[in-house]
């Protein structure tokens, strides 16, 4: 039997509330900053340094990329967080899944009724041209991704019936 690998990379687009955060974070340590070069008061100093580590971890925190990884009938999907920290958050054994096609596919349509959880694995931008295609799991999971076409051909090879890559 043929091993099948492949691993595709989504950068997730930050949304306005990442951004707000990260601005906000960044202004407020500056004029801490400002306020403690114009007194030197040592209060104001240590605010500044717990504004510049609250600020460390927002801009960590709001730059956000999914890897998802497909090993021989398994589907892993990894969060890296600022490009350097990996943490898997989730793991698919193909023969669980119950069907795969894209977002407004009437493939989906005998699903929409039940009660699943969502997931977001996706970019985050959704446009007419994003290629979106969503999951649905044995455990009740509802779960949407951004796969490239050489995945969704993997996935394809190992559930025929299950995966549809057109609409």
Known sequence: M?????????PRKRSLTDNIIRVTAVLMTVACGVLWLLSLNTLIFIVTLVLGVITFFAFNRTDVEYEYIYVNGELGIDRILAKSRRKRVATFDTGRVEIIAPLNSYHLDGHKHKKYRELDFTSGIRTENSHIFVMYYAEGKKVLLEPNRELMTALKGELPLKVHIES
């Open 2 to 10: 043929k091993d099948v690998y492949v691993e595709w990379l989504v």
